[in-house]
């Protein structure tokens, strides 16, 4: 699937468990012992204070983040001040962070937090690069969005102590230790994420009791944190089985700023084609489906057609996807099939543009591509002998699979950068590819993680960073499209991008090739391969990457685009003139 997420490499290293003791505190000096005698029996590591209290208007708080010696990112907090007066009072606080990976550019994000009296969360955004996610309290729940979907997290922190922390904000632990009374036994909270991560329970016992009000003292958390604090202020973290440290530094705020994500939008380039507007109909109880017809200006009707089956599932009818938000460029590929005169049919998928959200397995996805297939037959402008499938990325497993099932019901079928090969294979090649991004010092621990969960995605477990797509993935698990292809009649177009990081350029499309091949001289197969492509079908110069994708003002390559659509001419043509002989 195109979209990635940010690598969250602080809250990967937090999840090691950390065995690490530290030595119980020396004796105190025996001029001090009368005066830390209450200490002695009831440790008090922090009384805690007030939003208002903990900082001067305008303090900042930096910090270093290290792997081992290696610098891998920085984190920065600042105090803004306060607004208001009496219960409507509020306190400002805003955040960075910058995580810097081996041979590219840093991830950076910025974040803004509205506390009320006590500390709570009333609003805020977390924001990178790549997309924003905005929250706000409302009543007993906290309300999430990014702009397209939405989520909610009960939120009763009067009730339940809860605190807050996004991703490498390190100012948000020193907030939720700062705000709160530290002292000796078990301290217990709950934590929820502002960068849409579960929430967590979070424990914490001492393990040195300051000696004097304001000297330092160490806990140590279920995450496997020691944390060393002396006057609320956490100075530093580390995880030892990681090798990760957190370290206050000086501080200095830095001087790059985040504009808010630019949202893409469609505009149709010419009048060579109108649009109108259609329902998808479906059995009672699925999602309602919206899309839209392109029919070319003067066209002969009944005229050939072409249903457009998209990467993800998870992508409006002009492709554009997220979060975060990117065009995939699809618009690009459906409105030069309408310029080279063919009637197009694009669809939002399922929770996108129009379409109603719903459930998102594989079977699913099948059937809403069997709804816009059966509207595309009754279209009065379709010739429906003359119906072509073009299909993108994991689409392309849908496109072989409804073309098995029609039969010679459809014209041909155009995979574009689609995978070949058992998914399972695709993924372990996905996988071994991304571990250059990861740091040296990591790179055996994630090598270990990847191979344990694709051992377990073998066995049928699904992890639970990929719950998400749990449905999805165990149908999917089971397709091998090469056996599939076996099953579908008329001619098939392959199109692969040499600089496609989603699929691999070779293997992949060796596999759809060869399948395709051994149907029998009746049913032709293609290959056209672009090296400089990427997966998109747009110019890479360089390394294909994720945000690569992010990147506007890339159009997909003109040359695939005339090619693709000689292809679909000549198939339908091919195909009219055989029903013509039919018909005779």
Known sequence: MPSRRIPRLLAAALAIPCPACLEPPPPLPPDAAADEEDAATTPLVWEGRGPGDLYAEGEIRAFELYQGTTLIGRSWGRYLGAEGKGPQRRFRFETRTELLLPGRPPVRAEGLLVLDGAGNLVEGYERSEAVELRFARNGSVLRLSDGTREDEVLYE????????????????????????????GMMHWRVVSLSGGAPVEWEATLLQAPRRTGEEAVIRTNLGEEITLAGGRLLQSRVADSRLLVKAVSARWPSWTIEPPSTPSYEQADASF??????????????????????????????????????????????????????????????????????????????????????????????????????????????????????????????????????????????????????????????????????????????????????????????????????????????????????????????????????????????????????????SAELATYEGLDHLFKPEPGRSTPSRYRETGRAVDASFLADLTAWAQAATRSRGKAAGKRGR
């Not at 605190?163 to 390190?170: E, G, N, Q």
């Not at 100012?171 to 709160?180: A, D, K, P």
């Not at 009065?380 to 072989?400: F, I, K, Y």
């Open 274 to 523: 109108a649009i109108r507007e259609l329902e998808l109909p479906g059995r009672a109880g699925e999602p309602e489906l919206s899309g839209e017809l392109l029919i070319p200006e003067g066209i002969a009707t009944p005229a050939p057609a072409v249903l457009w089956i998209s990467s993800t599932g998870r992508e409006d009818r002009h492709g554009f996807a997220g979060p975060p938000p990117v065009d995939l460029g699809s618009h690009e590929i459906t409105d030069a099939l309408a310029r080279a005169g063919l009637v197009v049919l694009r669809f939002d998928e399922r929770g996108q543009g129009r379409s109603e959200p719903g459930p998102l397995t594989f079977t699913d996805q099948l059937e809403d591509a069997r709804r816009a297939f059966r509207t595309l037959l009754v279209q009065p402008e379709v010739d429906p002998d003359r119906v072509l499938l073009v299909a993108h990325g994991e689409g392309g497993l849908r496109a072989l699979s409804l073309a098995a099932e029609q039969g010679k019901g459809v014209a041909g079928v155009a995979l574009l950068g689609a995978p070949g090969r058992p998914y399972l294979e695709v993924l372990r090649d996905q996988a071994e590819a991304s571990l250059s991004d990861v740091p040296p010092e990591l790179r055996e621990q994630a090598k270990a993680q990847q191979a344990k969960m694709l051992q377990g995605l073998k066995a049928g477990k699904v992890p639970p960073e990929l719950r998400d797509h749990e449905g999805w993935l165990r149908e999917v698990l089971e397709l091998d499209p090469a056996k599939v292809m076996a099953k579908v009649h008329g001619p098939v177009w392959l199109a692969q991008g040499g600089k496609d990081f989603e699929v691999d350029p070779a293997k992949d499309t060796g596999a759809l090739l060869s399948a395709a091949r051994k149907r029998g001289k009746s049913s």
């Open 157 to 184: 922190p009067e009730r339940n102590d809860t605190a807050f922390m996004a991703h490498s904000a390190i100012l948000h632990e020193e907030l939720m230790l700062g705000l709160r009374r530290l002292e000796d």
